[in-house]
């Protein structure tokens, strides 16, 4: 049983960074960027101006008796209420003006963030997370999600599954969101936030799965044709699972796969990873440090972020996971808005190896270095 | 480490069904820090020949789980080896996580 699936709900999540947010209040809803959510209040002179306010509303926080609403509305609404002659007021509510989005550490420790700013999002890209399945509708994915499959079926018992591909553990929904959380105002952002995912179960809801179900998802991600194939998972050799990573290789498809969690030895990259077809990744600390846990050996090709990384989890909420699992969808999400650049299935992979940052650890450890999507990208990203 | 452990082997008519149970004997509580999705496995040996492995032909996330069990209490995970053949055979059961194996064995014929 998974023991970790309470999560955090969105909930608490909104209440705890709005502490944090009294500290930026001072500069006010001038200085909401126009996709940035305010929170506001509104009273109208008609049922039009009411119909108005609640359509800019993405959520609607209290209705008032009176002619009144506290809304939640997208910054860009707000002047359209403002300039409307059946509206009466608009006026910030309290302090709590943009809801905070955490830019969580492995984002920023890969310069991601640089890369967004200058508009490297992964727009047009497909990135399949085969995995154990996406929630359906997590608001801090589902925009981003195209197409789904399901090798195994989400549990009947689990109560919210919506698709057959839905998460019934947490796991896959966790590196969607790394890969490619949506960049608003809540929750976090993900490595390629314009990027599509497709979620492609594979594991069940205990987190293990079938080499021929593995292989299968595999396969189905060849035969759409998209752009990377995210494995965070591992085990022994299997070679119906090989034969599938070839056919999905020579058809183009990028795949990365975690190293794998086995700690202090020396040589013991798991499969998929090992393959020399799949981009192998092992994980890293907020500090640099190679994680306790990670795998490590000649086949290590990237190091990214994997410990206590926050991100998207079931019922809408958010977890801190550890695990090359983690790190494993860093460098998914950076391939796919590599390919969605126009970067080739080659060339992505180069372009990731040659740009990655020395973090100073062996070749066993780092492979290539850390993960650097600004340098990816061509940006200078100063290594912070 | 105070963790205690047992494995009993029931066989049936077409299958050996495993219990693996791990105790923790302490006064404090322990966490269990599983490396992945797999969080226990079986092996089974013939002499020194492994014959089955509950893991084998499948692969599991790779992200740690904690469980913490308290002082007192155990936790049990389930194995069964379907179909096998007539023989004299060792369960090996061990816990897959950062700490301690916590292995127990026991031997079974069919």
Redesign the interface.
């Known amino acids: 049983m ?3 699936s309470a999560g955090v709900s969105r909930r608490d999540v909104l209440k705890a960074t709005a502490g944090s947010i009294a500290t930026v209040s001072a500069t006010g809803l001038a200085a909401a960027k126009p996709e940035d959510t305010v929170e506001i209040n509104v009273g109208f002179k008609s049922d039009r101006g009411r119909s108005a306010a609640l359509d800019a509303a993405e959520d609607v926080v209290r209705k008032f008796p009176f002619d009144a609403v506290t809304i939640r509305a997208p910054k860009k609404a707000v002047t359209g209420l403002e300039n409307s002659p059946q509206i009466r007021y608009v006026e910030e509510n309290g302090e709590m003006h943009a809801l905070a989005q955490t830019l969580p550490w492995g984002i920023d420790r890969v310069d991601a963030e640089i890369a967004h700013n200058n508009g490297d999002t992964g727009w047009g890209g497909d990135v399949a997370i085969i ?2 399945g996406i929630d359906s509708d997590h608001p801090d994915l589902q925009g981003n999600l195209g197409t789904g499959y399901a090798a195994t079926s989400c549990s009947y018992w689990y109560g919210d599954c919506r698709y057959a591909w839905d998460d019934d ?1 947490g ?1 896959g929904t ?1 590196c969607a969101g790394i890969a490619g959380a949506i960049d608003n105002s809540e929750g976090v952002v993900g490595v390629a936030p314009d990027i599509t995912l497709h979620a492609v179960k594979v ?1 069940n809801y ?6 021929s179900d ?1 292989a299968d998802g595999i396969r189905w991600v060849a035969d759409q044709g998209y752009d990377v194939g995210s494995l ?5 050799y ?1 070679s119906a ?1 090989y034969d599938a990573v070839q056919y999905a290789y020579n058809r183009g498809v990028t795949l990365v796969a ?6 202090s030895c020396t040589d013991c990259v ?3 990873a090992a393959h020399s077809e799949v981009i192998a990744v092992s994980a890293t600390s907020s500090d640099d440090s190679f994680a ?2 990670s795998s490590q050996g000649p086949e290590i090709e990237l190091a990214a972020p994997g410990e206590s990384i926050y991100s998207t989890y079931t019922g809408g909420g958010y977890d801190t ?6 790190a ?1 969808p860093h460098v998914s999400g950076a391939a796919g808005a590599l390919r969605a650049a126009g970067y080739g299935h080659g060339s992505a992979r180069s372009r990731l190896r040659n740009t990655a940052e020395n973090i100073g650890l062996s070749s066993n450890r780092q492979g290539y270095g850390l993960l650097d999507v600004a340098s990816a990208f061509g940006h200078w990203s100063g290594d912070n | 480490m105070t963790l205690q452990s047992s494995v009993t082997a029931t066989v049936g008519a077409d299958r050996v069904e495993f219990e693996y149970t791990v105790e923790n004997v302490g006064n404090d509580p322990e966490d269990l820090q599983f ?4 969080k226990a496995d079986f092996a089974v040996l013939d002499g020194d020949v492994e014959v089955w492995r509950a ?13 913490t069990l308290p002082a007192g209490d155990s936790r049990t995970f389930p194995g069964a080896w379907e179909d096998p053949d007539p023989g004299t055979y060792t369960v090996v059961a061990e816990l897959n996580t ?1 700490g301690p194996d916590a292995e127990a064995r026991t031997d079974f014929s069919v």
């Open positions: 998974l023991e970790n995995d154990t553990n796991h966790h594991l205990n987190g293990g799965g079938s080499y593995i965070s998972l591992g085990g022994g299997s699972v975690a190293a794998g969690n086995d700690g798991s499969y998929p306790s846990f996971l550890s695990g090359t699992s983690m494993c | 490396r992945s999705g797999l893991s084998y032909g499948r692969m599991f996330t790779q992200a740690l789980q904690t469980e950062t």
